[in-house]
């Protein structure tokens, strides 16, 4: 998680990298990697605070969705192929 000047988190995910269309495995995946890192850092803001805690990782868990959808057995990755079109 990432701090601007006055001190306030701000998530290390990109919300213009979000917003739309599909994206490489590589940009999943630092994507992915960069939700973690944010409810990694909301374990260390909330210490002690559960409550807190949950309501940081509901914000950011949600964004998994932004690269993926899933039937809750199955991931299916929003990508892009070699050419740079959308793929399965």
């Known amino acids: 998680m990432n ?3 006055a001190g306030v988190n701000r ?6 990298l979000q917003s739309v ?3 490489s495995w590589e ?3 630092r994507a992915l990697f960069n939700l973690l890192d944010d ?3 909301a374990d260390d803001v909330a210490k002690g ?3 807190l805690y949950r309501n940081l990782v509901r914000r950011y868990h949600q964004g998994r969705f ?3 959808s899933t039937d809750g057995y199955n991931a299916a990755f929003n990508i892009k192929d070699e050419e740079g079109q959308a793929g399965d």
């Open 39 to 41: 409810i990694d850092t």
């Open 21 to 23: 269309g599909p994206k």
């Open 66 to 68: 932004q690269y993926a």
């Open 27 to 29: 940009q999943i995946a």
């Open 49 to 51: 605070d559960d409550a």
């Open 11 to 16: 998530p290390n995910h990109d919300p213009h």
């Open 3 to 5: 701090h601007n000047q």
